[in-house]
Every structure is written in C-alpha cells, then in structure tokens.
C-alpha cells in the first residue's frame, strides 16, 4: 500500500502548467507537504475519512467578478468525485460555497446522481463557521482559497479576493480545537490549510508568497493550518489521490476515479461557465491542463490501485 501511495503522489505533483502562470514551484511544495506527514499524503488525507460514517462538509469554489462569474473548474469536479465516494462508503455529505458558485456545484453532484445538499453560505456570516463545526465531525477543503496572516485572501497572483469569498478559516480552526479532522486539497499555496507548511514555503520559495504584490503585506499564501494537506497539479487531480487513498486503505477499487467521468466533468463544466483558472477561458481544461490529460492520470492512478489490490502472482522462473 505504501509503494502505491507514494507513487501516487508523486504522480500527481508532476508539474504541467503552461507559461504565462507561476509555475516551477509545484515538486518543491510537494516535497515540504510531504515532509510534515508520516505517509504519503494520499493516505494522509484519506485515513480519518475511510471510517465509519460520519458528517462531512466539502467547500470548495473560487469565483472572481467579470473574470470567473460562476467559478473556476478546479475545485469543482474533484469535490463531486470525493464526494461520490465519500457517499458511497456510508458517509453523509454537504458540499458549501459561496452563492455565486453553488449553481454549477449542485448541477455536477445531480450530473452524477448524488443526493446530497449543496449549500450557499451567506458570505462572512461567522455563524456559518460555528454552525458547520458544530453539526459536521470533518471538513474538506478542494481548491478554497484561505486568510494569510492579515486575514486577507488573494488570487495566486496577487489580486485581492477577500470581499468575494467567504472565509471558512474559523471553520477549520473550530474543528481542530474539538478534535474534529480537517483535510485540505491544495496545488498552489494560497489555499485554505497550507498554513500547515507557510514558513517552510517562505522560507525555501521566497518568490512564491508575491508579498510586494499584496497591498497588507502579507503576501498570497494561506496560514491556517489543517490536518492533512494534499499537494498536487491540480486540486481536481488531488481529489483523484485521496479518492485512491480510500480504495487503497478499504481494499476497493470500485472507489477509485474514473477517467470516462473525468472528461465528462470537463465538459460538463464547460456548459455550466466554470473557467480554467489558468486563463484559458471556458475550455475543457483545469488549471491549464487538457482534460485528456488529467484523464490519463487518473487512469494511471486507478491502475496502480488495481496492481496493489490485486492477488499476488509469483514468478517460477
């Protein structure tokens, strides 16, 4: 298991960004996430949800004004492949996002057949935050951005986002404080619980936390921390190695991604307006990546899953 979920983590940080965006950063991440863990971060991540069943809230969704109206594709179609497996060992799932990027969300889950609620939050109403760590036992975050050290949020370049996105910070620190798990779906640095591995970030990748960009100073990348923290080229694809951490740590493949719903996803998305948060506009694309292309890796990572389940055969010879 763990010769697999290394592997799987490792392929799933392989970095493909296109130029134009802040790239050649992604392996070094990777590699600091992984230090702060004591197993592959796909199980990391996987292990305090592959439980009984249990209360789960997803948020997810980063939507920009005129740019991104209804939400990046990223973020989105991993939060619906999670929760179709989460739902499908028993556990009862919300997903929560701002009222703007809550219409396609919900029209992904249905796409898949998932009965599950997906809520629009009212936005910087901190009893959302008291209400979700009350009622919920865990809380995923895919692709939602979080609070630097000044309680801002920001774009990966820089651009201020914090009067259009709920911070769910609070949320995550309510948790931890009750013993409740977090886990956090990242790919750039700015999301909600890579505060777990900031200073090593600034420390090691100056460049990456843009803090003359910001107008408080403080630069992009989040500080609050989480539990687990997932790094990968996309935090679609993340969800794909969390999802393969829970059929590898329940011993069924059938929970793995597949890479016929991963393309449809894509263009499903398209459809619904979410945008490539590379800048590529309503493309089946996830960060700059061609759907085609994330589909051939989560047919890589299922097919590592089925080889590490799969009865052992000896060679004779």
């Known amino acids: 298991m763990q010769i697999a979920a290394d592997n799987i983590d490792k392929l799933l940080a392989v970095e493909m960004r296109r130029r134009g965006i802040p790239r050649g950063f992604k392996w070094r991440i990777f590699e600091i996430a992984r230090a702060a ?43 619906v492949v999670l929760a179709q497996a989460l739902t499908r060992i028993g556990h009862d799932v919300t997903i929560f ?5 809550t219409p396609p ?17 009212v936005r910087h109403d901190p009893t959302v935050n008291d209400a979700i760590a009350r009622d919920f ?26 009067e259009h996105h709920h911070a769910f910070d609070d949320c995550f620190r309510l948790m931890r404080a009750a013993g409740k798990p977090t886990v956090s ?40 921390d989480c539990d687990a923290l997932v790094v990968a080229n996309s935090s679609n694809l993340g969800c794909t190695g969390v999802v393969a951490g829970l ?52 047919h890589l990572v299922r097919n590592t899953v089925e080889r590490a389940l799969e009865t052992p055969r000896e060679r004779a010879f």
Request: a negative charge.
């Open 105 to 121: 969300i919900d029209f992904l889950a249905r796409h898949l057949d998932l009965d599950i609620a997906v809520e629009a939050v």
């Open 247 to 298: 059929a590898l740590l329940r011993e069924d493949v059938s929970l793995c991604h597949d890479p016929d719903v991963e393309l449809a996803l894509h263009h499903v998305g398209v459809g619904l307006g979410l945008i490539d948060g590379s800048g590529g506009g309503a493309v089946a694309a996830c960060d700059g990546i061609p759907a085609e292309s994330s589909a051939a890796l989560v």
């Open 37 to 79: 863990h004591d197993e592959p971060l796909c199980l990391a991540a996987a292990r305090p949800l592959a439980g009984d069943p249990m209360r789960i809230a997803l948020v997810t969704g980063a939507w920009v004004p005129d740019q991104m109206p209804v939400g990046e594709s990223d973020g989105p179609y991993g939060t």
């Open 185 to 224: 779906v990242t790919d750039g640095g700015n999301e909600l619980g890579n505060g777990k591995i900031r200073e090593e970030l600034i420390r090691e990748l100056p460049g990456l936390n843009l803090a003359d960009r910001t107008p408080c100073g403080g630069g992009i990348l989040c500080a609050t």
């Open 137 to 162: 036992d865990a809380m995923v975050a895919v692709e939602r951005l979080g609070q630097n050290g000044a309680g801002e949020v920001y774009s990966m370049n820089g651009f201020p986002l914090t």
């Open 97 to 101: 996002s701002d009222p703007e990027a």
